[in-house]
């Protein structure tokens, strides 16, 4: 057996290796000692045989397979594609070499009778978020289907039993559920060809004796398979198994001889608590992921039309607007849905990206100069990847959607979708918002996606990715959003092409205060569209005031998407306010450290980020406290030494900063260490339902 030690900053990964037989990561945890003996270390973790296993224990390692005895689900699921009917192929993989620097390894394995080499690598970044991937090469004559394409297979360390994982649905993304791993395990799967509001493709699991964490994702942006299986029979060595794997639908992968699968991408982290785990996210998010994100300007506040006029839309409708905005601080104007084609409701004219001559008889130029002469730069909506039966393209090509041949074409929002495989579709896509963005100064598309892909889509994402990357290449200085109906397409491979996501269409306050930490526990809040939306809400019907929208709507990358003209000059006054505040702290709120606050009422939410000896904190209370005297805010991650200017940001809530003490001093600022805010916390008045509060440190010393 040989022992290979992969070493980050604060992370140590060892690795087992039998040339001819398995591999295994024995360690993930805390850097271990230079001098660590790891033949002791795997000693130290062997298990002796026991009654209810074969006898020779199975051990899944890097590559569970049935043979041995296991049971659980291979990663690697074949089908022989010239006699199906045979059922699963029986793989019998042997590591064969592997190549490793102090960071970075590449296991190989091969499978003798079939053929086949399979690849991982596991890259530890700076930052140590550790990237996982892997490949599969049939060099037989085979014809193979592969069921799931495994990109990460992580036997869990054993200390880890608790498990954080999310769920949702439009307007109601990533509710989180905590759980004990064992004995059912976990598994989520995404079929509807993009990764979608399942949120199956995150997951936190836990030490519940020590806090510590482990945070893994899916690099991918179609239909996923995530799965846990615990060892409840006993076959291995107790350890669960956590595998990752894009999503094969119905169809699989097409794997026939003399061809390759390019990898599949997982990344994952440890770390010793929530807050250090979304650190190291973003850290990789920023530094690796995000399309050159050190070049990025400060986040503009966005007005986007669709909550203010829908398809009402006229080129005197949308001045007004503009000249709306301009009057609040609004730095880009984004116009939404129905400006192209026929588009005057959801029905149709998806595919027709010229510009409607019945809403703008000139063309979007007289708009887009005003946009330009009120100091805002311009936005648009796309939804390229789709088509509606109503539409001059799908009269031209009605077979460029995703059908079955003689079947029925089912729609969904009235739409279909784009067989994104299939290149002369990209080419049309490609040359049409090319000759937009060659025609108009726009500076940012919100690129939306509303409708699951079916029938099956082989090659959907891949040709999403390619349409994209092509315009990026030719249009590098615009920004793009990734939109799904909200946040149904949010994973760290549309976040490697685009500079934000809608995190959900639901601009409820309320539900944002549950959405943003879930999302921000991955994502840093440059990220994600942070709007003011209406009251009474669209989705909701939730009435809220205007102070706490605002306040909330700051954590993130704000904008409006509301009607000024429907607000009181009170309501307009409180929101200048603020968007003045988000443009004085976005340069902390998106460079710096977040961190996730904790409260004893369940119903205050807090959250903080520290940046060059400055934080901004905001603490939101939804329900009516049951105590008069809520329990003080307590911060984070300060210098225990050091001393703050701690002040509370103006406005203040309008129903509760009649019940704060010494206002004059929390105006001015209390001096105090970073332990007294640490520890003693800030009595601030938090007792009212949808009160929220700024709270702003600087270190003086
Ligand atoms: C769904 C998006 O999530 C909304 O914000 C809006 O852009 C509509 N589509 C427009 O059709």
Known sequence: MDYVRLDGEALTLVFALEEGGTADLIYAGPRLPESEDLAALAAAGARGRHESQPDVPPRPGLLPERKGGWSGRPAIRLLDRDNPLAGEVPTDFR?????????????????????????????????????????????????????????????????????????????????????????????????????????????????????EVLGAHLVWSGNYSTRIECDTQGQGDGRAVLQMAIGGGAAGFSLPAASALDAAEAVFALAPDRTALAQAFHAHLRARVLPSRATWGPRKVHLNSWEALGFNLSQDALIALAEDAASLGIERFVLDDGWFGGRRNDQTSLGDWTVSSDVFPNGLAPLIARVHQLGMDFGLWVEPEMVSPDSDLYRAQPDWCLHTEGRERPTM?????????????????????????????????????????????????????????????????????????????????????????????????????????????????????????????????????????????????????????????????????????????????????????????????????????????????????????????????????????????????????????????????????????????????????????????????
Request: aromatic share 8%; charged share 20%; glycine share 8%.
């Open 413 to 701: 929002r009235g739409q279909l979708a784009l067989d994104m495989a299939r290149a002369e579709v990209r080419d049309y896509l490609f040359a049409r918002l090319d000759a937009l963005l060659r025609e108009y100064p726009i500076a940012y598309l919100k690129w939306d996606h509303n409708r699951d892909l079916f029938p099956s889509a082989p090659g959907q994402t891949q040709g999403f990715y390619a349409l994209i990357d092509a315009l990026r290449a030719a249009h590098p200085q615009v920004e793009i959003e990734s939109c799904s109906s909200g946040g149904g397409r949010i994973d760290f491979g549309v976040l490697n092409r685009t500079h934000r996501v809608w995190p959900s269409d639901n601009n409820d306050t309320i539900e944002r205060l549950r959405i943003i930490p879930v999302w921000s526990q991955f994502l840093p809040l440059e990220v994600l569209g942070s709007h003011v939306g209406p009251s009474p809400n669209p989705i909701t019907g939730r009435r809220l005031g205007i102070d706490f929208r605002a306040k909330v709507a700051m954590f993130g990358h704000m904008g409006v998407e509301a009607d000024p003209a429907r607000m009181s000059e009170k309501e307009r006054a409180t929101l200048v306010a603020h968007i003045a505040l988000y443009k004085q702290w976005r340069g902390v709120l998106h460079h710096g450290a977040l961190q996730r606050l904790a409260h004893p009422d369940p119903n205050v939410t807090a959250m903080m980020v520290a940046h060059e000896g400055k934080a901004l904190a905001l603490a939101a209370q939804t329900a009516f406290s049951p105590v008069f005297d809520a329990a003080p805010v307590r911060l984070a991650g300060l210098e225990p030494a050091a001393r703050y200017r701690v002040s509370l940001p103006e406005p203040w809530p309008p129903r509760a900063k009649h019940y704060l003490a010494n206002p004059d001093q929390w105006r001015e600022g209390l001096v105090l260490s970073g332990s007294a805010v640490m520890t003693h916390g800030l009595a601030l008045p938090l007792t009212h339902p949808e009160t929220a509060w700024l709270i702003a440190l600087e270190k003086l010393s």
């Open 95 to 211: 590591v064969i070499d592997w190549d490793a620097t102090k960071w970075d390894i590449r296991i190989g394995w091969h499978d003798e009778r079939l053929g086949i080499d399979f690849n991982a690598w596991w890259r530890v970044t700076a930052g140590d978020v550790v990237r996982v991937s892997c490949n599969l090469v049939n060099h037989g004559e085979r014809n193979f289907t592969l069921a799931d394409h495994p990109a990460l297979v992580l036997p869990i360390p054993r200390r880890f039993t608790g498990l954080t994982s999310f769920a949702g649905r439009w307007a109601g993304e990533m509710r989180e559920t905590h759980r004990a791993l064992a004995p059912e395990g976990f598994a989520a799967r995404s079929g509807i060809g993009k990764s979608g509001f399942g949120g199956g493709n995150w997951m936190v699991l836990d030490d519940p004796a020590s806090g």
